[in-house]
């Protein structure tokens, strides 16, 4: 099966019958694997804000914070339905989105292409660096100058979980693909310039 659609439904099953307890341990995993793998010093980085069973980066966020990092997280811009990145202070300083995600309350946004990395939730990935995401589009349409030009900052790495490794399919035009992504086991890194 290489129909995105389908695979989103099947992974997505899969991710929301993990318990609370498998969660929480493969995410102390992941971001040990992150704290391990990743220069987070003096970097600007953004994280994301977990819901529904994702893998949860908090702990590198902090670690990150704590070498001086400047860490962001994405916002979606309602009027034009694109995201940005907002810094992030503290989680005093955050609101619902109507996705229910945590975001910043500041409006002070930088580009996509300012920062050095950028980690990317996601529902499924395959070996070649191919990412399935919840269908909206929002990293896809922030990151599309990355299409062209695949070694310019920011290093995009999703963080999933082992299960979310998938058979190869077919991305569709608007897809950027991954640089790496990091599991609670693993670390794969793609080579996407010849892709």
């Known amino acids: 099966m290489n129909d995105k659609h389908q695979l989103r439904d099947i992974l997505l099953e899969k991710r929301n019958n993990l318990t609370k307890e498998q969660v929480n341990n493969a995410s102390k995993l992941l971001n040990e694997n992150i704290i391990k793998t990743i220069e987070l010093n003096h970097k600007k980085i953004a994280f994301y804000k977990s819901i529904e069973n994702e893998v949860n980066p908090q702990l590198a966020l902090a670690y990150a914070i704590n070498n001086n990092s400047e860490?962001?997280?994405?916002?979606?811009?309602?009027?034009?339905?694109n995201m940005s990145f907002v810094e992030y202070t503290n989680e005093k300083n955050l609101n619902l989105n109507k996705f229910l995600i945590p975001e910043p309350i500041s409006t002070n946004s930088i580009?996509?292409?300012?920062l050095d990395i950028i980690f990317v939730p996601l529902v499924g990935f395959d070996s070649t660096g191919n990412?399935?995401?919840?269908?909206?589009?929002?990293?896809?349409?922030?990151l599309e100058f990355k299409k062209n030009n695949r070694e310019s900052n920011p290093k995009l790495i999703g963080l999933g979980y082992e299960l979310q490794l998938t058979e190869n399919f077919s991305a569709e035009s608007h897809d950027v693909k991954l640089d790496q992504v990091i599991t609670e086991k693993n670390n794969y890194e793609f080579n996407l310039v010849d892709s």
Not at 71 to 81: M, V
């Open 111 to 114: 580009p996509a292409s300012s």
């Open 131 to 142: 990412r399935i995401g919840r269908g909206a589009g929002y990293y896809d349409r922030a």
């Open 71 to 81: 860490c962001y997280l994405p916002t979606i811009l309602r009027e034009t339905k």
